[in-house]
């Protein structure tokens, strides 16, 4: 049973460039929450789909946007990159019922440039 | 006021100790806690959640208080493996959903 995976684990970009980063959840999870951990610091809440759509959103500017697939997977997009934005992305997902726990994958490591 | 507080941390015991953290949240309205483990440069993890009655996992107590919104986490008899840090979580739920807020973790190194 796989757990939530995402990619890529790394990433390098430069100021101004645009990233789109991915995620798929465990199996049978409807849910998914996008997060950004900065070093040394606990998760940050970015957006949270469920039923392809964006259901709750941090206090994120308009850069961050994301989608969600029929299949329950998700993208993470941020445009104009800034140096601030280098941080671990962490993907959360969790069945849509119930107070269940979240389950993240293993983030993707971006640094800009 | 953030929403999720906890313990600043570093925390440095020995071998076999017992130890405490501590996390105090905001929102009244908030439904379910879970502590967290995160090592270095990985995901978090979860621990144990967190229930009205308290619970325990082995060497891992939980405590929930909901008239002073505070949680806590116990370990006893620490390992070197329980070096980590731990994140206090709160699920808040609403009309539009729900949303999990951390805290900002509190970091335990087990020396030996």
């Known amino acids: 049973d796989a757990g939530v995976t995402q990619s890529p684990t790394h990433l390098i970009k430069t100021r101004g460039q645009q990233v789109t980063l991915r995620c798929s959840p465990k199996s049978g999870h409807d849910t998914v929450s996008w997060y950004q951990q900065a070093l040394g610091q606990g998760p940050q809440f970015i957006f949270q789909?469920?039923?392809?759509?964006?259901?709750q959103r941090g206090n994120f500017p308009d850069r961050f946007s994301g989608h969600q697939f029929p299949n329950y997977s998700s993208e993470l997009n941020v445009n104009a990159l800034l140096l601030g934005d280098s941080a671990l992305y962490l993907c959360a997902s969790r069945s849509g019922r119930g107070n269940q726990p979240q389950h993240f994958g293993d983030g993707t490591r971006l640094s800009i440039l | 006021r953030k929403e999720v507080e906890q313990d600043p941390g570093p925390f440095n015991v020995p071998e076999g100790a017992t130890v405490a953290f501590n996390c105090t949240y905001s929102n009244s309205a908030s439904q379910s806690f879970f502590w967290y483990r995160q090592d270095c440069r990985k995901e978090p993890k979860l621990l144990m959640s967190v229930y009205s009655s308290g619970n325990e996992d082995g060497r891992f107590t939980a405590q929930l208080n909901r008239a002073s919104q505070y949680i806590s986490l116990l370990i006893r008899d620490s390992k070197l493996s329980d070096s980590a840090t731990y994140l206090c979580?709160?699920?808040?739920?609403?009309?539009?959903?729900?949303?999990?807020?951390f805290g900002p973790g509190t970091r335990l190194s087990v020396l030996p």
């Open positions: 979580v709160v699920n808040n739920r609403s009309s539009y959903g729900q949303n999990f807020v």
């Open positions: 789909y469920y039923e392809e759509e964006e259901r």
